[in-house]
């Protein structure tokens, strides 16, 4: 497309919106401030580096085997540079602890220092990259009957709670090193694939462990702590400790984050109407955007109703600085680097709607009991030429415009991906 052309559609795309009440320059400036943080996990299948000796299950599964996933550590790190360079913005690594880079001498997570993510540090200081940070208890023998924090063998939540506790170490190592608070995030895999005979034994046992793995305070500027609730997993479908009511109590007693995930509830329950109930007791929260197809089968996020809500939600709510949006899903049969371009695309495009919506006229329609109006003009808004909006950003980010980023992924599929 030609620089003039996206130029023009900008312009009248400005006043279309300008009629609206909707000033499409700072859309486009707030929409320069939001920082995802992308996942590790979608360039190589969720497989890490730590060769822990155990496959990936615990409630999670990744199906596909389309060529080129990467391997090394060095291959994680140039496919998101490329997937990057592809995405409007500024954005955040979010790495798991099994993306240690061991360096020969092997140690067991509950052992692992900064040292093991020296590289990671190094790299993504040189680049400007936030890093955010999740403990990893699922992929390691230590997962004892699908169990961790809430095992009843004392020996086996002692491992676990030390890991919980050296990752905290090692996020606020991320954090001072990058000058930016690492989001170190917490999600057990802790399940029962049947009824329960004792429900209230595990859940006593988690609150326990997380106390211990959360005693030590630190400093906020360094680190902070979420804790991401699921009501059922992969052979855990009758059961887990780690629900929403359960965190949701830990985090407000507590004082850590909580991290919605979008595939962590009834298939039709969302969780955007959850982010204006929880803020109201919560400073902050974490967000992995994901889709559930069914079940929570972590597809690509596509730009969905459920997603648009979520974005509507953020924005319209107020809390872009109160909401850290992460994004949590893996799909290995198609192009691994064009599903985090899709996703992050898509979930920035999503924002850029909420951001464009004129959302004061809708407002004072509710104000005034005008639901007619409402609901016409939430209607009208979707044809509103946000394409041009957002072709306008990209091209002022040096971003490829429209799907001009599919040919960069498909030349680098050819020349890297495909010699792997
Ligand atoms: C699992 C959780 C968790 C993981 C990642 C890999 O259901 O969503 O966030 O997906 O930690
Ligand atoms: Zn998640």
Not at 230 to 255: M, N, Q
Not at 293 to 299: F, G, N, T
Not at 333 to 354: H, Y
Request: proline share 4%; with cysteine; charged share 25%.
């Amino acid at each position: 497309m030609k620089t003039r052309s996206i130029e023009s559609a900008y312009r009248l795309a400005r006043e279309r919106y300008a009629e609206q009440g909707v000033d499409t320059d700072r859309a486009l400036r707030d929409l320069g401030r939001v920082a995802i943080s992308i996942h590790c996990w979608q360039g190589d299948d969720v497989g890490g580096f730590e060769n822990a000796g155990a496959a990936l299950g615990d409630g999670l599964a990744v199906t596909g085997n389309y060529p080129g996933k990467a391997r090394t550590p060095d291959q994680l790190r140039a496919d998101f540079e490329t997937a990057l360079s592809l995405i409007p913005g500024r954005h955040r690594f979010n790495l798991h602890a099994s993306y240690a880079e061991m360096g020969g001498r092997k140690r067991d997570r509950d052992a692992l220092t900064p040292a093991a993510f020296g590289n990671w540090i190094a790299w993504a200081r040189s680049r400007r990259i936030g890093l955010d940070f999740n403990q990893t208890y699922f992929s390691h023998p230590k997962v004892d009957g699908g169990l961790t924090l809430t095992h009843p063998d004392k020996a086996i939540r002692r491992f676990w709670i030390e890991h919980g506790i050296r990752c905290r170490e090692i996020g606020a190592a991320f954090g001072r090193a990058l000058g930016s608070p690492c989001l170190t995030n917490l999600w057990i895999p802790d399940g029962m694939k049947d009824t329960p005979a004792d429900r209230r034994g595990p859940r006593e046992r988690l609150a326990e462990s997380l106390d211990a793995i959360y005693a030590r305070t630190i400093d906020r500027r360094l680190n902070v702590d979420s804790v991401e609730p699921k009501l059922f997993g992969i052979g855990a479908e009758s059961y887990t400790p780690g629900s929403h009511e359960f965190y949701l109590g830990y985090a407000v007693s507590r004082g850590t984050l909580l991290t919605l995930d979008a595939g962590h509830y009834h298939p039709t329950e969302g969780i955007a109407d959850k982010i204006s109930s929880v803020l109201c007791f919560l400073p902050e929260i974490a967000l992995h955007v994901s889709r559930g197809v069914r079940w929570d089968s972590d597809h690509v996020v596509t730009l969905t109703d459920d997603l648009e809500a979520i974005a509507q939600e953020i924005v319209w709510g107020g809390y872009l600085k109160r909401v850290r949006i992460g994004l949590d899903y893996f799909d290995a049969s198609i192009n691994r680097v064009a599903a985090w371009v899709i996703g992050t695309r898509n979930m920035l495009k999503a924002l850029l709607l909420a951001l464009l919506a004129p959302v004061g006229a809708l407002r004072a329609a509710e104000r005034d009991r005008d639901y007619t109006s409402r609901l016409a003009r939430m209607e009208e808004m979707k044809l509103l030429p946000a394409g041009a909006v957002w072709d306008q950003y990209c091209l002022t980010r040096n971003a490829p415009v429209g799907d001009a980023w599919l040919a960069e992924v498909k030349t680098y599929e050819r020349t890297v991906l495909a010699k792997r």
